[in-house]
Protein backbone atom coordinates (compact mmCIF):
# COMPACT_ATOMS: atom_id res chain seq x y z
CA UNK A 1 0.00 0.00 0.00
CA UNK A 2 1.63 3.07 -0.80
CA UNK A 3 2.18 5.46 2.15
CA UNK A 4 1.44 9.28 2.45
CA UNK A 5 4.78 10.22 2.12
CA UNK A 6 4.82 8.63 -1.37
CA UNK A 7 1.91 9.95 -2.55
CA UNK A 8 3.41 13.13 -1.55
CA UNK A 9 6.40 12.12 -3.66
CA UNK A 10 4.62 11.19 -6.59
CA UNK A 11 2.41 14.41 -6.69
CA UNK A 12 5.54 16.87 -6.86
CA UNK A 13 7.22 14.48 -9.19
CA UNK A 14 4.50 15.25 -11.23
CA UNK A 15 4.42 19.03 -10.29
CA UNK A 16 7.73 19.07 -11.60
CA UNK A 17 7.44 17.42 -14.91
CA UNK A 18 4.26 20.07 -15.37
CA UNK A 19 6.81 22.33 -14.63
CA UNK A 20 9.73 21.46 -16.93
CA UNK A 21 7.19 21.02 -19.80
CA UNK A 22 6.73 24.65 -19.99
CA UNK A 23 9.95 25.18 -21.17
CA UNK A 24 8.92 26.43 -24.73
CA UNK A 25 5.95 27.86 -24.19
CA UNK A 26 7.94 31.37 -22.35
CA UNK A 27 9.58 31.51 -25.72
CA UNK A 28 6.22 31.66 -27.56
CA UNK A 29 5.05 34.78 -25.45
CA UNK A 30 7.63 36.96 -25.32
CA UNK A 31 9.63 39.40 -28.05
CA UNK A 32 12.98 39.25 -26.22
CA UNK A 33 15.91 38.08 -28.40
CA UNK A 34 17.27 34.44 -28.32
CA UNK A 35 20.43 36.17 -25.69
CA UNK A 36 17.90 38.53 -23.67
CA UNK A 37 15.33 35.37 -22.90
CA UNK A 38 18.25 33.18 -21.87
CA UNK A 39 19.89 35.91 -20.05
CA UNK A 40 16.26 36.59 -17.60
CA UNK A 41 15.69 33.09 -17.51
CA UNK A 42 19.11 32.27 -16.10
CA UNK A 43 18.67 35.11 -13.59
CA UNK A 44 15.66 34.44 -12.29
CA UNK A 45 16.52 30.00 -12.53
CA UNK A 46 19.71 30.55 -10.73
CA UNK A 47 18.39 32.83 -8.08
CA UNK A 48 15.41 30.78 -7.51
CA UNK A 49 17.88 27.34 -7.37
CA UNK A 50 20.24 29.41 -5.07
CA UNK A 51 17.54 30.29 -2.68
CA UNK A 52 16.49 26.63 -2.45
CA UNK A 53 20.24 24.94 -2.06
CA UNK A 54 20.76 27.79 0.90
CA UNK A 55 17.21 26.63 2.98
CA UNK A 56 18.15 23.29 2.47
CA UNK A 57 22.26 23.73 3.78
CA UNK A 58 21.64 26.76 6.27
CA UNK A 59 24.03 25.20 8.54
CA UNK A 60 27.27 25.72 5.69
CA UNK A 61 26.57 29.57 5.90
CA UNK A 62 26.67 32.31 3.17
CA UNK A 63 30.01 31.57 2.20
CA UNK A 64 29.54 28.07 0.54
CA UNK A 65 27.35 29.15 -2.00
CA UNK A 66 30.56 30.52 -3.73
CA UNK A 67 33.13 27.51 -3.05
CA UNK A 68 32.63 25.26 -5.72
CA UNK A 69 34.92 21.55 -6.55
CA UNK A 70 36.49 20.98 -9.95
CA UNK A 71 33.39 18.80 -11.18
CA UNK A 72 31.11 21.64 -9.77
CA UNK A 73 32.78 24.24 -12.52
CA UNK A 74 32.89 21.27 -15.32
CA UNK A 75 29.37 20.02 -15.17
CA UNK A 76 28.47 24.13 -14.49
CA UNK A 77 29.52 24.58 -17.64
CA UNK A 78 28.18 21.50 -19.62
CA UNK A 79 24.95 22.47 -18.44
CA UNK A 80 25.21 26.19 -20.13
CA UNK A 81 26.03 24.87 -23.32
CA UNK A 82 23.32 22.59 -23.22
CA UNK A 83 20.54 25.51 -21.86
CA UNK A 84 21.63 27.92 -24.55
CA UNK A 85 21.42 25.19 -27.38
CA UNK A 86 17.77 24.06 -25.47
CA UNK A 87 16.23 27.88 -25.12
CA UNK A 88 17.61 28.63 -28.97
CA UNK A 89 16.01 25.74 -30.18
CA UNK A 90 12.54 26.62 -29.40
CA UNK A 91 13.56 29.87 -31.42
CA UNK A 92 13.77 27.96 -34.92
CA UNK A 93 11.64 24.75 -35.00
CA UNK A 94 8.35 23.47 -32.70
CA UNK A 95 8.39 22.90 -29.13
CA UNK A 96 7.08 19.00 -30.08
CA UNK A 97 10.72 18.45 -32.05
CA UNK A 98 12.48 20.09 -29.26
CA UNK A 99 10.66 17.66 -26.78
CA UNK A 100 10.63 14.99 -28.73
CA UNK A 101 14.40 15.07 -29.17
CA UNK A 102 14.71 15.87 -25.82
CA UNK A 103 13.51 12.47 -24.95
CA UNK A 104 16.66 10.85 -26.68
CA UNK A 105 18.51 11.94 -23.23
CA UNK A 106 18.95 8.29 -21.62
CA UNK A 107 19.63 6.84 -24.54
CA UNK A 108 22.52 9.31 -25.36
CA UNK A 109 23.86 9.14 -21.60
CA UNK A 110 23.96 5.03 -22.44
CA UNK A 111 26.09 5.75 -25.37
CA UNK A 112 28.02 8.40 -23.98
CA UNK A 113 28.63 5.92 -20.58
CA UNK A 114 29.62 3.31 -23.61
CA UNK A 115 32.27 5.63 -25.13
CA UNK A 116 33.85 7.30 -22.15
CA UNK A 117 33.26 5.09 -18.67
CA UNK A 118 33.22 1.69 -21.08
CA UNK A 119 30.01 0.53 -19.76
CA UNK A 120 28.77 -2.27 -21.67
CA UNK A 121 24.98 -1.46 -23.25
CA UNK A 122 22.54 -3.91 -22.71
CA UNK A 123 21.01 -5.59 -25.70
CA UNK A 124 17.78 -4.07 -24.62
CA UNK A 125 19.72 -0.68 -24.29
CA UNK A 126 21.17 -1.28 -28.22
CA UNK A 127 17.48 -2.13 -29.61
CA UNK A 128 16.04 1.17 -27.54
CA UNK A 129 19.20 3.02 -29.17
CA UNK A 130 18.67 2.42 -32.45
CA UNK A 131 14.61 2.43 -32.11
CA UNK A 132 15.38 6.30 -30.63
CA UNK A 133 17.34 7.06 -33.78
CA UNK A 134 15.07 5.93 -36.49
CA UNK A 135 12.56 8.51 -34.40
CA UNK A 136 14.61 10.87 -34.63
CA UNK A 137 15.30 10.42 -38.22
CA UNK A 138 11.83 10.47 -38.76
CA UNK A 139 11.42 14.14 -36.97
CA UNK A 140 14.09 15.33 -39.12
CA UNK A 141 12.03 13.77 -42.42
CA UNK A 142 9.21 15.63 -41.16
CA UNK A 143 10.87 19.05 -41.03
CA UNK A 144 9.62 22.10 -42.88
CA UNK A 145 12.57 24.21 -43.53
CA UNK A 146 16.05 24.90 -42.93
CA UNK A 147 14.88 26.74 -39.64
CA UNK A 148 13.58 23.24 -38.52
CA UNK A 149 16.60 21.62 -38.81
CA UNK A 150 18.80 24.02 -37.65
CA UNK A 151 16.28 23.70 -34.10
CA UNK A 152 16.73 20.01 -34.68
CA UNK A 153 20.37 20.34 -34.57
CA UNK A 154 20.30 22.41 -31.22
CA UNK A 155 17.80 20.31 -29.84
CA UNK A 156 20.33 17.51 -30.49
CA UNK A 157 23.22 19.25 -29.44
CA UNK A 158 21.54 19.96 -25.83
CA UNK A 159 20.26 16.24 -25.68
CA UNK A 160 24.36 15.51 -26.10
CA UNK A 161 25.33 17.78 -23.46
CA UNK A 162 22.53 16.72 -21.10
CA UNK A 163 23.62 13.24 -21.55
CA UNK A 164 26.93 14.51 -20.76
CA UNK A 165 25.83 15.90 -17.39
CA UNK A 166 24.82 12.51 -16.43
CA UNK A 167 27.97 10.67 -17.06
CA UNK A 168 30.22 13.45 -15.31
CA UNK A 169 27.55 13.44 -12.44
CA UNK A 170 29.23 9.77 -12.20
CA UNK A 171 32.69 10.92 -12.70
CA UNK A 172 32.22 13.61 -9.76
CA UNK A 173 30.28 11.94 -7.69
CA UNK A 174 30.30 14.48 -4.89
CA UNK A 175 29.25 17.44 -7.52
CA UNK A 176 26.41 18.99 -5.50
CA UNK A 177 23.37 19.14 -8.33
CA UNK A 178 22.06 22.63 -7.01
CA UNK A 179 25.05 24.00 -6.67
CA UNK A 180 26.35 23.04 -10.79
CA UNK A 181 22.75 24.16 -11.77
CA UNK A 182 22.89 27.92 -10.14
CA UNK A 183 26.25 28.20 -11.28
CA UNK A 184 25.26 27.04 -14.82
CA UNK A 185 22.27 29.81 -15.15
CA UNK A 186 24.74 32.45 -13.74
CA UNK A 187 27.70 31.24 -16.33
CA UNK A 188 25.16 31.29 -19.27
CA UNK A 189 24.57 35.00 -18.01
CA UNK A 190 28.10 36.29 -18.32
CA UNK A 191 28.35 34.79 -21.74
CA UNK A 192 25.04 35.62 -23.19
CA UNK A 193 24.69 39.60 -21.39
CA UNK A 194 26.92 41.49 -24.11
CA UNK A 195 24.52 40.06 -26.75
CA UNK A 196 20.95 40.88 -25.27
CA UNK A 197 19.40 44.05 -24.68
CA UNK A 198 19.84 44.05 -20.98
CA UNK A 199 17.23 45.77 -18.89
CA UNK A 200 15.48 47.00 -22.26
CA UNK A 201 13.08 44.70 -21.95
CA UNK A 202 8.87 45.67 -21.42
CA UNK A 203 7.30 45.15 -18.43
CA UNK A 204 5.20 42.39 -20.04
CA UNK A 205 8.10 40.35 -21.09
CA UNK A 206 10.27 41.21 -18.76
CA UNK A 207 7.26 39.23 -16.36
CA UNK A 208 6.77 36.59 -18.24
CA UNK A 209 10.94 36.09 -17.89
CA UNK A 210 11.10 36.20 -14.54
CA UNK A 211 8.10 34.00 -14.52
CA UNK A 212 9.85 31.62 -17.22
CA UNK A 213 12.99 31.42 -14.47
CA UNK A 214 11.04 30.89 -11.60
CA UNK A 215 8.22 27.99 -12.47
CA UNK A 216 10.34 26.13 -15.24
CA UNK A 217 13.86 26.62 -13.42
CA UNK A 218 13.28 27.32 -9.78
CA UNK A 219 9.83 25.30 -9.08
CA UNK A 220 10.81 22.34 -10.72
CA UNK A 221 14.00 21.76 -9.39
CA UNK A 222 12.80 22.59 -6.25
CA UNK A 223 9.51 20.11 -5.95
CA UNK A 224 11.46 17.63 -8.23
CA UNK A 225 13.84 17.46 -5.09
CA UNK A 226 11.80 17.20 -2.42
CA UNK A 227 9.79 14.55 -4.21
CA UNK A 228 12.28 12.08 -5.78
CA UNK A 229 13.46 10.85 -2.29
CA UNK A 230 10.10 9.69 -1.75
CA UNK A 231 9.66 7.32 -4.57
CA UNK A 232 11.75 4.27 -6.02
CA UNK A 233 13.90 6.36 -8.57
CA UNK A 234 12.67 3.76 -11.75
CA UNK A 235 9.27 5.83 -10.88
CA UNK A 236 11.02 8.82 -10.84
CA UNK A 237 12.38 7.94 -14.27
CA UNK A 238 9.51 7.44 -15.33
CA UNK A 239 7.20 10.58 -14.28
CA UNK A 240 9.98 12.55 -15.51
CA UNK A 241 9.64 11.28 -18.89
CA UNK A 242 5.45 13.12 -18.72
CA UNK A 243 7.28 16.39 -19.93
CA UNK A 244 8.18 15.17 -23.16
CA UNK A 245 4.54 14.39 -24.67
CA UNK A 246 3.07 17.50 -22.18
CA UNK A 247 5.10 19.76 -23.68
CA UNK A 248 3.66 19.48 -27.59
CA UNK A 249 -0.05 18.99 -25.81
CA UNK A 250 0.79 22.73 -24.24
CA UNK A 251 1.98 24.09 -27.81
CA UNK A 252 -1.12 22.74 -29.62
CA UNK A 253 -3.65 23.67 -26.80
CA UNK A 254 -2.17 27.22 -26.38
CA UNK A 255 -0.63 28.38 -29.37
CA UNK A 256 -1.94 26.03 -32.11
CA UNK A 257 1.52 24.36 -33.14
CA UNK A 258 -0.17 21.81 -35.03
CA UNK A 259 1.15 18.07 -35.31
CA UNK A 260 2.38 16.28 -38.25
CA UNK A 261 2.50 12.96 -38.61
CA UNK A 262 6.51 12.21 -38.94
CA UNK A 263 6.34 14.26 -35.90
CA UNK A 264 3.97 12.17 -33.95
CA UNK A 265 5.46 9.13 -35.08
CA UNK A 266 9.37 10.26 -34.67
CA UNK A 267 8.24 11.13 -31.16
CA UNK A 268 6.64 8.15 -30.35
CA UNK A 269 9.22 5.77 -31.51
CA UNK A 270 11.87 8.18 -29.22
CA UNK A 271 9.33 8.12 -25.87
CA UNK A 272 8.87 4.06 -26.63
CA UNK A 273 12.76 3.05 -26.99
CA UNK A 274 13.42 5.60 -23.19
CA UNK A 275 10.65 4.13 -22.05
CA UNK A 276 11.50 0.55 -22.68
CA UNK A 277 15.39 1.09 -21.91
CA UNK A 278 14.58 2.78 -18.71
CA UNK A 279 12.12 -0.45 -17.52
CA UNK A 280 14.72 -2.96 -19.22
CA UNK A 281 17.70 -1.08 -16.76
CA UNK A 282 15.66 -1.23 -13.90
CA UNK A 283 14.48 -4.80 -13.97
CA UNK A 284 18.32 -5.50 -14.71
CA UNK A 285 19.15 -4.01 -11.61
CA UNK A 286 16.53 -5.71 -9.55
CA UNK A 287 17.39 -9.45 -10.90
Not at 79 to 94: D, E, K, L, V
Not at 162 to 171: C, N, P, R
Amino acid sequence: MTSRGELTGYTLVIIAALSWSTAGLFTRVVSTDIATTLLWRSVFGGLAVMLIHYGLSRDKGLQDLLKFSTGEVIIAGVSAIAMTCFISAFFFTSIANVAFVYGAVPLVTMVLAWLLLHETPTSVGIIAAVGSAFGIGILAWGGQSFLDFVGLGLAMLMTIFMAAITVLAKYFPSANSSKCAYLSAYLAVLVVAPFSTGFAVSTIDFTWLALYGLVNVGLGFGVYLAGVSRIPALAAALLGLLEIPLAPVWAFMLFNEELGTKTVLGGALVVAASLIYIVGTARRASS
